[in-house]
Every structure is written in structure tokens, then in C-alpha cells.
């Protein structure tokens, strides 16, 4: 059973840089897409960003110019960075897969990392 | 971008309940649609793919149906455990944006 979880901090401050890293267990990085997805506190779910296991990626227009993604398959992670945060990207994160199977839909999540923007 | 827009915004039902939500898009896209459902303090869960495809190990009783712009998600047969919020996504083109999410209560 494939299992993702996402780590790291859970407060960052405003203007400073967000890191999340997904390690995926019990299948491989290789062959698949790994996506960030947000939900803000009570609100809806948001698409950040999806990243091939070769290391292509596509961002959402709205956060691309904040984003960078990468994947490391010897460590069957990947991870996401977003820069000079502000409140509004106060949210839980979530990593998933998306797959060819399920035509590009999201069918593994990790259980949410909460991160707080805030001095 | 593609605006997806879902419809009720919550939804009042009983147990048994034959229940439709609806999902439309800003521009025609065919039929790359998927549902989720979400509990709260969980991670969604997928439900359907491509407009209308059950996802293993999902209930009969969740039909997806449409294409285009217009798609429902119907569960013939409400169970406790179906009380949730739902959103549909559209893995069309980038972004691949969500609805607002319909919350379905008892």
C-alpha cells in the first residue's frame, strides 16, 4: 500500500521561505506525478503544483514566480519550497499522486502538514 | 483558467436519500472531471475519474455522470458515513482547479 507523508516545519515567518519534503513509501517516486495541493483553514482545496518523477514540473500561474519543486528518486522524495510567505499561505498541505491509470486525478494523498505563517 | 463552480454549496439529507450534486466549468473540457470526498481533519479521497470511472474500492452507490461543462455526482442510497464535503477537480488544463465543495449534511 503506497503511503506519502509529508515533514517539516510547521511555522514559518513572513517573508521567509516555506519547505515541505513527501516521502513516499511503499512504491517507487519512479514512473508517476507528485503533486502539492493546500486547504487554508476551513476553506477549499487549491492545485499548487505537480512535478514528474524526471523532474518536470507545472505550477499554478497564481504562486509560480514563489515555487520550486523538485524530486530525489534515490530517496523516493519530493519536495516544495515557497517564498516571501505571507498569512495567506497559512494552510494544510497535502502531497499526493496522480497517475495515467486514474487519468491525471489525485488517488494517494498524505494525511496534511499544517504550517502557520506567522511572526 | 477554468473556474469550477459547485452547486448546492451544503445540502441537508437523511439517511436512504437519493442525493445529486453538480459541478459546472467555465469552458467545455470533455470529461477529465474527478470527485473527492473529505471528512474533516482527513485528507479528500478519490471517488470518481474521468467524469464517470469508479475508483477501486469505492461504493456503487457514487455515480459520476457529464461532460463538457456540466456533471453531477450521484449517491443513489445515503449511508452515515456519506455525510462529508465534496469537490470536484478538473485535470484538464493547468491550473487544475477545484470547486468550492458541497458539504453534505445530515
Known amino acids: 500500500q503506497l503511503q506519502l507523508q509529508e515533514s517539516g516545519p510547521g511555522l514559518a515567518k513572513p517573508s521567509e521561505t516555506l519547505s515541505l519534503t513527501c516521502t513516499v513509501s511503499?512504491?517507487?517516486?519512479?514512473?508517476?506525478?507528485w503533486v502539492w495541493i493546500r486547504q487554508p483553514p476551513g476553506k477549499g482545496l487549491e492545485w499548487i503544483g505537480t512535478i514528474y518523477y524526471t523532474g518536470i514540473s507545472n505550477y499554478n500561474p497564481s504562486l509560480q514566480s514563489r515555487l520550486t519543486m523538485s524530486v530525489d528518486t534515490s530517496k523516493n522524495q519530493f519536495s516544495l519550497r515557497v517564498t516571501s510567505v505571507t498569512a495567506a499561505d497559512t494552510a494544510v498541505y497535502y502531497c499526493?499522486?496522480?497517475?495515467?491509470?486514474?487519468?491525471?486525478?489525485?488517488?494517494?494523498w498524505g494525511q496534511g502538514a499544517l504550517v502557520t505563517v506567522s511572526s | 483558467d477554468i473556474q469550477m463552480t459547485q452547486s448546492p454549496s451544503s445540502l441537508s439529507a437523511s439517511v436512504g436519500d437519493r442525493v445529486t450534486l453538480t459541478c459546472r466549468a467555465s469552458q467545455s473540457f470533455g470529461t477529465s472531471l474527478n470527485w473527492y470526498q473529505q471528512k474533516p481533519g482527513k485528507a479528500p479521497k478519490l471517488l470518481i475519474y474521468?467524469?464517470?470511472s469508479l475508483q477501486s474500492g469505492v461504493p456503487s452507490r457514487f455515480t459520476g455522470g457529464g461532460s463538457g461543462t456540466d456533471f453531477t455526482l450521484t449517491i443513489s442510497s445515503l449511508q452515515p458515513e456519506d455525510f462529508a464535503t465534496y469537490y470536484c477537480?478538473?485535470?484538464?488544463?493547468?491550473?487544475?482547479?477545484f470547486g468550492q465543495g458541497t458539504k453534505l449534511e445530515i
Open positions: 477537480q478538473q485535470s484538464y488544463s493547468i491550473p487544475y482547479s
Open positions: 511503499g512504491g517507487f517516486i519512479s514512473g508517476n506525478y
Open positions: 499526493a499522486r496522480a497517475t495515467t491509470v486514474t487519468k491525471g486525478a489525485i488517488d494517494y
Open positions: 474521468a467524469a464517470s
